[in-house]
T-cell receptor
């Protein structure tokens, strides 16, 4: 158990809908990262937040957004969902935001868009 | 893009033997490398890391070797056990990329009895 929690574990929705994925980092960690894992694209970095502020952006679509709240939990919002958005979405956390920080991953949310 | 799932390279090892999983990276500016293990239905789990100023690091039953000259990373697992069966990913971070992990193509390790 990494100490990172994610909810829900599974999510089934329809195209065009909007969903929110939630992540609670390990106790004391200030940095949260979101990754998408799909069969044809592997693990792809989406976005990073550090202490409430956006720190880095990766391959995140404009239809997707995220935020980190004062209690350090984070939410990833996916809107106008398409079939291709079906994937595993992982959250990771680290103590700080430095490049040498180990990231610990949550169990993921499996999203299926029908 | 990288591939996982159906197109993953697979390494089949007998229980008790040593396993060696290889990873090539392309960014010579990468200065921190991590090996992750991902079991079916679970998130990536940290195994071991190494910084670019080192060429070898040992953990419990695992050793990571880094060859910066040829941009190659390997993970050695001693006395492989059935519980080691999983997909293994190497990941790299380059200074200046704000902690963004870049994952390599995973390798599926199958341990046979």
């Amino acid at each position: 158990d990494s100490g990172v929690t994610q909810t829900p574990k599974h999510l089934i929705t329809a195209t065009g809908q909007r969903v929110t994925l939630r992540c609670s980092p390990r106790s004391g960690d200030l940095s949260v990262y979101w990754y998408q894992q799909s069969l044809d694209q592997g693990l792809q970095f989406l976005i990073q937040y550090y202490n409430g502020e956006e720190r880095a952006k990766g391959n995140i679509l404009e239809r997707f957004s995220a935020q980190q709240f004062p209690d350090l939990h984070s939410e990833l919002n996916l809107s106008s969902l398409e079939l291709g958005d079906s994937a595993l979405y992982f959250c990771a956390s680290s103590a700080w935001a430095g490049s040498g920080e180990t990231q610990y991953f949550g169990p993921g949310t499996r999203l299926l868009v029908l | 893009g990288e591939s996982v799932g159906l197109h993953l390279p697979t390494l089949s090892v007998q229980e008790g033997d040593n396993s060696i999983i290889n990873c090539a990276y392309s960014n010579s500016a990468s200065d921190y490398f991590i090996w992750y293990k991902q079991e079916s239905g679970k998130g990536p789990q940290f195994i071991i890391d190494i910084r670019s100023n080192m060429d070898k690091r040992q953990g419990q039953r695992v050793t990571v070797l880094l060859n910066k000259t040829v941009k190659h990373l390997s993970l050695q697992i001693a006395a492989t056990q059935p519980g080691d069966s999983a997909v293994y990913f190497c990941a790299e971070i380059s200074t200046g990329t704000a902690s963004k992990l870049t994952f390599g193509t995973g390798t599926r390790l199958q341990v046979t009895l």
